[in-house]
C-alpha cells in the first residue's frame, strides 16, 4: 500500500503552502474521497492542479533537504536513523549537538516535517 511510503495528506498540503514545488511520482486527489494516485495518471487525465498535492516518498524529499546547513557559523549535518519507535530526521554538530528534530513512524513524513521547519524557519529557500 503506498500510502505508507509517502507523505500525509495534511503534511502534503501544507508543503504545497509553503511554496514547495509539486513534483512527485504520486500525489495525493481530493476530489471526493482523498486517495493517492501516479504521476501517470495524473498526466493521462489531466485533473486540474487545485485538486492535486504532491504526496512525496523519502527519496524525493532526501534531495529536497540540505546535506547541512550553517546557523551562526556552525555547520550542522543532516542525521536520519531509525528507532524502535519510529525515524529520526535531524540535523547535528560536532560542537553543539542535536538543532532540531522530527519523529515519526514513517520516514517521508519525519523528512516531510523537517523540510517543513527548516522552510518556515527560514533556515533554507526554496
Not at 556552525?74 to 547535528?92: F, K, P, T
Not at 549537538?97 to 522530527?102: P, R, S, V
Amino acid at each position: 500500500m503506498i500510502q505508507t511510503k509517502v507523505t500525509l495528506l495534511e503534511i502534503s498540503k501544507r508543503l504545497r503552502d509553503l511554496g514547495v514545488k509539486q513534483e512527485s511520482e504520486y500525489y495525493w486527489l481530493c476530489i471526493n474521497e482523498p486517495e493517492v494516485i501516479t504521476k501517470r495518471e495524473v498526466d493521462l487525465a489531466g485533473w486540474n492542479d487545485k485538486y492535486l498535492y504532491s504526496s512525496f516518498l523519502a527519496e524525493e524529499l532526501g534531495k529536497m533537504l540540505p546535506p547541512s546547513i550553517i546557523i551562526k557559523k556552525v555547520e550542522y549535518w543532516l542525521n536520519i536513523a531509525r528507532m524502535s519507535h519510529g525515524w529520526v530526521v535531524g540535523y547535528v554538530s560536532q560542537k553543539k549537538g542535536t538543532i532540531f528534530q522530527e519523529i515519526n513512524i514513517s520516514l517521508s513524513n519525519s523528512m516531510a516535517l523537517m523540510l517543513e521547519y527548516l522552510i518556515t524557519n527560514k533556515l533554507i529557500t526554496i
